[in-house]
């Protein structure tokens, strides 16, 4: 079955961090490309951060050299760093299969993060 699971968000102050975490079914994890993507209110989805098969990894403008992506194979999860939060940087934040664009129509709850100014 697959599946994704999302944790570790929370309310933080501006310059705060957080780290994010996502909890992968085995089947969704072994197509290699994973990634973090966010919505914030009003707003579309955005990609984030993601990883490709062969470890590449990239960032958006937005949050290159705040964020950090990684990931643990033997347990299935990626994580997210967040360091020096924005208030801009609030929204709800999911993980995927994928790149710059998803590759699975299904999303999973998602982790609120919200940064006070």
């Known amino acids: 079955q697959e599946q994704l699971v999302e944790s570790g968000g929370g309310l933080v102050q501006a310059g705060g961090s957080l780290r994010l975490s996502c909890a992968a079914s085995r089947s969704i994890f072994s197509l290699g490309a994973m990634g973090w993507y966010r919505q914030a209110p009003g707003k579309q989805r955005e990609w984030v951060a993601h990883?490709?098969?062969?470890?590449?990894?990239d960032y958006a403008d937005s949050v290159k050299g705040r964020f950090t992506i990684s990931k643990d194979d033997a347990k299935n999860m990626i994580y997210l760093q967040m360091n020096s939060l924005k208030p801009e940087d609030t929204a709800v934040y999911y993980c995927?299969?994928?790149?710059?664009?998803?590759?699975?129509?299904?999303w999973g709850q998602g982790t609120q993060v919200t940064v006070s100014s």
């Open positions: 990883f490709t098969r062969s470890g590449i990894i």
């Open positions: 995927n299969a994928g790149g710059v664009v998803p590759l699975l129509r299904s």
